[in-house]
C-alpha cells in the first residue's frame, strides 16, 4: 500500500513510513480538542488498497452554560466549534461586556464564564489636573453612561477622552 491517507486535525501511526505491506494496520488519533469518529484502524489489503471507511475528527462540542443571574437563549444542549449563544440577564443585572460567547475547539466557551452583575451606580468619575470632565453637576450615574474629558488651554490629555460606567458601579479606564 501506498501512504495512508491523512485525515483533518488528526494524525496516522505510519507518518514516518513511505511503503506498508499487506496485512499491517495504522492507528488513527485526533489533535486536542477534537475527538475520532468512526474506526481508530484501517488495514492494508491484499489489493493494496487501505480499507475503508476512514475515520474523522470532529471538533469537541460545548454543552450549555449556566448564567449567573441571566439565562441562555434558545433550547439548544451542545453547540458545536465556531457556534455563538446568547443570554439575557435578569431584571436589575446586566452583563458588564457582551450578551454573546462562542464554543471553542476543546468544548470550552469564550468568555469562559457567562455572568450577570447587579446594576450599581458610578461614583463622580475622577477629576484630572489641569482638565475636567462633562459630568459636574449630574447626581448620578448610571451603565452605559460616558464623560468625555477636556484639558485647560496649553495641556495635552494623555489616555483615553471618555470613560464609561460599567455594570460593576466602576469606571472604565482613563
Request: proline share 8%; net charge positive.
Amino acid at each position: 500500500c501506498s501512504r495512508p491517507p491523512n485525515i483533518a486535525n488528526g494524525l496516522h501511526s505510519g507518518q514516518s513510513l513511505d511503503k506498508f505491506s499487506q496485512g499491517v494496520t495504522v492507528y488513527y488519533g485526533c489533535k486536542d480538542g477534537y475527538q475520532l469518529v468512526g474506526n481508530v484502524s484501517i488495514n492494508c489489503t491484499e489489493k493494496g488498497l487501505w480499507s475503508r471507511p476512514l475515520p474523522r475528527c470532529e471538533a469537541i462540542g460545548c454543552e450549555t452554560p449556566e448564567v449567573q443571574n441571566g439565562r441562555v437563549h434558545g433550547l439548544q444542549s451542545t453547540y458545536k466549534a465556531g457556534e455563538t449563544l446568547r443570554f439575557a440577564c435578569d431584571a436589575g443585572y446586566a452583563a458588564d461586556e457582551s450578551y454573546e460567547a462562542q464554543c471553542q475547539p476543546g468544548g470550552i466557551w469564550n468568555p469562559p464564564a457567562l455572568l450577570c452583575e447587579r446594576v450599581r451606580p458610578c461614583p463622580m468619575p475622577p477629576g484630572v489636573r489641569n482638565g475636567h470632565h462633562n459630568g459636574q453637576g449630574k447626581a448620578f450615574f448610571t451603565m452605559g453612561m460616558s464623560v468625555t474629558y477636556t484639558c485647560h488651554p496649553g495641556y495635552y490629555l494623555v489616555g483615553n477622552a471618555a470613560v464609561f460606567c460599567r455594570v460593576s458601579g466602576n469606571w472604565s479606564q482613563p
